[in-house]
């Protein structure tokens, strides 16, 4: 359960930066988000998921 907190900690950190970094470029990005079909920002997450879990299960075989 701990190291779940400290992953889920971590990708609000990662999802934090560049609104903190940039928010003018970032209020730009979400606003030419909604032009993209929903069904490519559906396969994108999903993409993600999976190279998600690829990245979590590699790193669980290694350590």
Sequence with gaps: ME??????GFVLVLEGFLPFIAPDFW???VRESTRIPSEKI???GFGSVV?????VWSTMLVF
């Design 27 to 29: 209020k730009r990005a």
């Design 51 to 55: 190279l998600g879990l690829v990245v």
């Design 3 to 8: 190291t779940l907190l400290c992953a889920i």
């Design 42 to 44: 559906r396969i994108i």
